[in-house]
């Protein structure tokens, strides 16, 4: 078996990877660089089967290009193909407002829709070959998966996006035992604080802006990040929350979907007690008494917390609360370090306190190298991120065979 790496690799975006087994040409994800510039992977030759982990851009956002030569079936979880469609289509709305190319055509994104086909977690999908794979949890966002494919006596396990920490929203993903392992490294240099400290002082400031009579404004990434911190509010304050933005339609396919969590009966009555902001007399509420806003985006770059962002300027009355990382290029990038952001296409200063809590979905570095050892691999392929190389240097100092390949790599499995 080799294993093509077209993207993903010692970088953060467009992850894809092609396994060829010598019978099948599986490509497991096909992601896009989305913040700096619409980059898909280049896939040489033709697709026998798409599997995608999860529906963030970085995984899927690439996904019509597999029908750029012929028309494979492509795998994701029940979930992911709802939330896919929303980010697929909310990219190609932002490349048409930016005036960007998107590397597939319109057309490719019907026959994307065509012949996806879903699959539940822990469900055995056997190909012509005698091959399988199946999806595990992968405890990331609504609907990840890791993917375990088997031929023979051979086990590859790829993790995708995954989080093994506690969550309120998901279960933890769990290792099986594989002979080839490539994981994530996103968080391989640093140890994330523990979930329960981040809530708490979370929940702290909370409490503390809305005795001070302000608004908490809590940009917040729509796929699970949203929940996550809707779940959280629920627990620790008795405080109004108001939701707006991409993140109210992720509300409705998780309870569409409520396997794929880990309480549906938290989640229904975290929903029972919030506020979705339907239009402007519901704004006009979340105003009127200190009260806490969650919504997109999660990075500032547009979306209605933008508007608030502004809209609270100007009066000094709101406190904002990031619970994501913050990526270069991006607003929530230059609130944080210089205190200003860009909207449409005006500077604005802005003199609001802005704190940030570690809401992260991903592994933290004690936790990839639990895995690892639990795993027990052959070998390790090291991906997403920037610390591929260092994470490989140091499990090959713990006596693994590990690799941080680079995009265009060709490994033998
Ligand atoms: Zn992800
Ligand atoms: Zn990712």
Redesign the pocket.
Known sequence: MDLHCLG?SQE??K?CFLLDTGELRIVMDC?MKVHDHNEGPVIPGKVDVGIIT?A?L??SGCAPLLYKRNAPKTFCTYPTRPIMDLLLADSEKIARAENKQLPYASQNVKQLDKHLACLGYDEDYEFKDGSNFRFLDAG?VPGSAQILFKKGKRKVLYT??FNTGYTRLHHPAKPVKADVLII?S?YAQRDHEPRKDVEKAFAREVEKALGDGLTVLVPAFAVGRTQEVLEVLRAHTKAPVFVNGMGKKVCDIIMDYPSYIKSPENFAETMRNVTIIQGKSDEKKAFREPSVIVSTAGMLDGGPMLSYLDKCNQKNSAVVLLTGYQVEGTNGYSLVNEGRVRSEGIEKVIQLPVKHFDFSA?SGRIELFNYVDAVNPEKVVCV?GDACKDFAEELKNEGYDAFAPAVGDKIKL
């Open positions: 993903g953060v975006g992850s992601g999860h963030h970085d995984h990331h995708g996006d994530e996103t991903h997403h």
